[in-house]
Structure formats: structure tokens, C-alpha cells
């Protein structure tokens, strides 16, 4: 099932494990259950319909990106974590390496884990700047030299020059958190800000509570809320940066989902746009309730014809909303 926000998926590693009221109806894992027999992708990684923690790194995967000609939006691991502790920095490094020898195309890294993002950036530039004999060398040449000792396609031999010269961080990588009610917001977005990325976005999905965003847009004293020591202070250039620049909206769908409440979309539109970041609305989910649908009354259930709520023209006129980063 295509996923609205991306045009493809890319799953460099496999396997998980549940960190997070988030995790309770993952698709991924209900995905890995049906191919998890002898022979199959998830051999070994799910036990009794539950991913069992095991995680793999999927080289013959690694380089699938570097044959799309067509630019694409990318989801990177939709069936697992990037950051899972399972994956080393090395392997890690040679997503990374993939994905600076792709320029055309803008990779969507979604983590639950991003204090593990965050350290993983910071032992990255360490391990590139102390690296060959300690002369150093540059964060993307870095990765690709991992890529390269994960992988034999010959592809990651082309632009090499250009590659090793790609900025740092990648401009065509965006680096999000997954966030599903106030707890985890609170613990999540706070790591995000401290990641250096071109762009970071939150994914509030599946919508689990009420979320108030405040802290994550930057500016007005937010800047400081995110733990930084070094951080320069509201209204300064550094502060601005350290700022949602996208949320991802929507409820939960599939077997087991939980309520929706349409007032917690209307409410993370409202601090979007009060806020000038884009927000993509990307289903109200199999049980949405409340006041703003044809039939429905505050906490009870809204009827839309489309299973997941995904068909934009049954929802009210102000959460059709799907923005993207500039």
C-alpha cells in the first residue's frame, strides 16, 4: 500500500522491536509476519507474529537506490529502525554513503530512537575527522568508504570526487522523529532538534493523544527548551535552525486500531500554521471520532467510507492540508 508523503520505500535493514505505545498495531511487523518462513526476507527475525529484537543489515539491499534515475522521495526502512541499537555506527555510515552518492534523490529517515541519531551524528564526525592515521577526511567521504566495504556494486565507484564532496549534513537528508502523544513528544522532539539535518520533521502518527508542538518550532525561548548548553538564545540565526521544519499527521488504521480524535489534527494544523510549518494531514484512521464529521458528535465515531480515512474529500475543508519543505 503507497505510503502519500513519499514516492518510495528503501530497506537497507530488518528487524525491530517495540519501544512505545506507537509500536502496539505496527504494520511493519504484521508485514515481516507473513514473510518470516524458511527462505523469506524476516526469516528469524519474528516470533509468535512479534518481531523478536533480532535486527539484520541487508547489503544486497544497500545500493538499490543508486539505479533509480527517476529523482524520487525516499522512506528509508519502512520495515525497521535505522537507528536500532541492533545496526553499528559502520553500518549506519554506509546508509549514509548510499545516500550522498544520491544526490537526485531526498531520503526520509523516520526514527523512535533519535537520542541514538543523535549520538550516531556526533561519533561520525569524530570517527571521519580522527580516521586515516589521523589526517581526517570528510564526513560523506567517510560514509562511502563504508558503503564500499558493505558492497561490491560497482556503482558506488562512479562520482566518487563529487560524492566525498557532498556537504555535511547531506542537504538531500531529512532526519524525523515519530511521535504519538505528549510523552513521547516530549522525550523525542528534544533529541530531534539536536541532530544536525537539512531537514527535520516529525511524523504524528498514529495520533495517539493530544500533542502541544510549542517547544519544537523554534524562536520565542523555544530554542533552549531543547537541552542544548550551547544554545545561542531566541531570535538568533543558530536558534531558528533548531526548529520543526515538517509534521506528519494522522490516525491509526488496520485491525486493533485506536480512536482519532479530529480535534487533535485541527489542533496540530492550527500551531502549524501559526507557526509557517508545512504539515502534510495524512489520514484520519480506521476510527476516527468527534464533532466534525457528517454524522458524528464530540467522542463518538465518525462513519467515512474509506477504511483508513484516507479519502481527503470526506474530511472537514480545513484539514485538507498536505504541504510539503520547501
Known sequence: MPIEWTDATWNPTRGCRRISP???NCYAEKVAARFCGPGLPYEGLVKLGRWNGEGRFAADKLTDPLHWRKPKRVFVDSMSDLFYEEFSDEQIAAVFGVMAACPQHTFQVLTKR???ARRWFEWVAGAARTCNAGRGMGVAAFCLAHAQRYSTDRALSLNVTETCARPWPLPNVWIGASVENQEYADKRIPELLRIPAAVRFVSYEPALGPVNFRTGWGGDGDCCDCGDS???GPGSRGCDSMR???LIVGGESGT???PFDIAWARSAVAQCKAAGVP??????GARPVGRDCEHGRAGQPCRYNDPKGGDMA???ADLRVREFPR
Do not use: H, L, S
Request: charge should be neutral.
Open 230 to 232: 550551547e544554545c545561542p
Open 314 to 316: 470526506e474530511w472537514p
Open 244 to 246: 520543526i521544519d515538517w
Open 22 to 24: 506507537g509500536c502496539v
Open 279 to 284: 504539515v502534510f494531514v495524512k489520514q484520519m
Open 114 to 116: 533519535p537520542a541514538r
Open 256 to 258: 486493533g486500531a485506536r
